[in-house]
């Protein structure tokens, strides 16, 4: 196919497209939704309200929630609950990524529970075509204390671990194992998402230890890349030369970021300079010369654009373009979540390009924080909501609704 032919089918307000799945009651729905959440005053009282009322099991609370918030943004309750979703998704040409939406979870017991979990997540991948990647985070199979005090350790060698920390450490280092072992031997995928700075050097170490033993031939695991950091496009160039050193394949997964107010509040209070850039434009910056880094060695990096900015979406497509690359190479994707950016996702995918939902799955009281956090990040002060609500208002009055 024509570079030209390619650009013009890509176009991001095409609502027919991006909707297309979507029946008018749904649509409906959707638009009183968004209308809802587009007020960040009545998101916040009613994300704390719900918090509340599905944590102390109110009546009727967690029926209210499965049937607005958690059905736009969640597949199911558990995997096999998730298929119908992922099965639409498919027939779209829309692929998966599973998360496993649980958070919080402390206690070995807990923790041993939801490494199951990703393991299980890991094998009804392997069963589903349209599933190449689960995520995983490691604050969900591991303490946060534990990850905290790593990065310490890494930074000043007179630190040392006590013996029970030493082996809470240790048992997290064995579920990554377990978990990034099974997903090679399935050939699948692994996102191992990305956290707060403060912890977020252990996390590479991990991820930059499973790559070395498990991205020999494919790209199994994928490290995460917050571009909204300072540091990270050096970062990203660091790890590159890494694993060229040390013989294996790079996975990188590009995100903005997600802790920017905590970062710079916690710098504030600890005297130290932020780690987040100033301003939206360095990290669009940033974000972009990544994107475009990767591409330039998509032989030896598999890259994911995991973010709802067109810009960024439409530069990375332009360069596969331009470069005469194939669409669906496997080291060449794009994601979003679920309920967000359908007129990104499905544009992408009718042009044949690798693109993926994230879909979270969990029961209703684990994945309440999850739900709270996409309302409030998402609220009119951002913009998404606002912009989604655009577009579900232009493909109303196509429909005539």
């Known amino acids: 196919m024509e570079t030209s032919e390619r650009k013009s ?65 969640c597949g199911g309750e558990n995997l096999l609950d998730s298929q119908t979703t992922i099965d639409k998704l498919y027939k779209s040409n829309v692929l998966t990524i599973l998360d496993y939406g649980a958070e919080g979870k402390t206690g070995e017991d807990e923790l041993e529970k939801v490494t199951e979990e990703f393991i299980r997540g890991v094998e009804f991948a392997a069963s589903n075509i349209s599933v190449p990647v689960i995520s995983i985070k490691m604050t969900a199979i591991g303490e946060n204390d534990i990850l905290t005090k790593k990065q310490a350790i890494i930074r000043d060698k007179s630190i040392e671990f006590t013996g029970g920390e030493q082996r809470a450490y240790d048992l997290m280092v064995n579920r990554l194992e377990r978990i990034c072992k099974r997903a090679n031997e399935l050939e699948v995928g692994v996102f191992i998402d990305a956290e707060e700075s403060w912890m977020q050097d252990t996390i590479d170490l991990l991820a930059n230890s499973m790559m070395g033993k498990y991205n020999k031939e494919r790209v199994a695991v994928y490290n995460t890349f917050q571009m909204y950091r300072i540091d990270r496009l050096d970062f990203l160039k660091a790890s590159f030369e890494r694993s060229k050193q040390e013989n294996y394949l790079l996975g990188a997964k590009l995100v ?53 900015n067109e810009k960024s979406c439409f530069l990375q497509a332009e360069h596969i373009e331009e470069r005469n690359m194939p669409n669906d190479h496997p080291n060449l994707n794009f994601c979003q979540l679920l309920g967000m950016s359908d007129n990104i996702t499905y544009n992408l995918a009718e042009s044949g390009y690798n693109v993926a939902k994230y879909v979270v799955y ?40």
Not at 23 to 51: A, C, D, P, Q
Not at 380 to 391: A, H, K, N, Q
């Open 362 to 401: 969990g029961k209703v009281k684990e994945v309440v924080p999850y739900l709270v956090r996409r309302a409030e990040e998402n609220t009119s002060v951002t913009g998404d909501i606002g912009r989604e609500l655009s577009l579900i208002s232009k493909e109303k009055n196509r429909r005539a609704l």
């Open 256 to 308: 903005r970021g997600a802790y920017m107010d905590k970062e710079r509040e916690r710098a504030k209070e600890m005297n130290y300079p932020s780690p987040i850039h100033t301003n939206k434009e360095n990290t669009d910056r940033d974000y972009n010369l990544g994107l475009k880094f990767c591409l330039d060695n998509y032989e030896a990096i598999a890259s994911c654009a995991a973010t709802h």
């Open 9 to 73: 089918h890509l176009d991001f307000s095409n609502t027919e497209i991006a909707f297309a799945d979507k029946t008018n009651r749904e649509l409906r729905k959707m638009y009183w939704l968004f209308k809802f959440m587009n007020n960040r005053h009545i998101v916040r009282i009613g994300s704390r309200l719900g918090l509340f009322a599905v944590k102390f099991s109110i009546p009727f609370a967690k029926s209210i929630v499965k049937a607005t918030i958690f059905e736009q943004f």
